[in-house]
Nanobody, 126 residues
C-alpha cells in the first residue's frame, strides 16, 4: 500500500518562496509523480509533474520559470520549489503518486491508480 504525505505549506507574501515535500512510501519502481493544486471554486489542476528518473517534467505556463520539481527516489521523496509566489498561487496543494500520463505537455492522474496525499495549504498574500 502506498502512503503519501505532504509538508511545507504556509502563509507567505507575494514574491517569497516555499518548498513543498512529499513522501510516497511503497511506491513501485518507475512511477511518475506530480503536484496538483485546487483553489476554492476551481478544478484541481497539475502544476508540476516528474517521471521516475527526472528526465521528463511538465509545467503549465502559469508556473513555468517559477516552480521547480525534483525527486530523490532513495528517500521516496519529491519536492516542489516555488519562487516568486503570486496571490493566484493560493490553493491546496496535493501530491500525486503513480500518474496515468506524463509528457512535457500533459500530466494526468488516474481515477483508478493514483495515490493522493491529504494536501497542504499554500496562501500567498498581496
Amino acid at each position: 500500500q502506498v502512503q503519501v504525505v505532504e509538508s511545507g505549506g504556509g502563509l507567505v507574501q507575494a514574491g517569497e518562496s516555499l518548498r513543498l515535500s512529499c513522501t510516497a512510501s511503497g511506491l513501485p519502481y518507475g512511477k511518475a509523480m506530480g503536484w496538483f493544486r485546487q483553489a476554492p471554486g476551481k478544478e484541481r489542476e497539475p502544476v508540476a509533474c516528474i517521471d521516475w528518473h527526472g528526465y521528463t517534467k511538465y509545467y503549465p505556463q502559469s508556473v513555468r520559470g517559477r516552480f521547480t520539481i525534483s525527486r530523490d527516489n532513495g528517500k521516496d521523496t519529491m519536492y516542489l520549489q516555488m519562487n516568486s509566489l503570486e496571490p493566484d498561487d493560493t490553493a491546496m496543494y496535493y501530491c500525486a503518486a503513480d500518474l496515468a500520463i506524463l509528457t512535457m505537455f500533459v500530466c494526468q492522474s488516474s481515477q483508478d491508480s493514483t495515490y493522493w496525499g491529504q494536501g497542504t495549504q499554500v496562501t500567498v498574500s498581496s
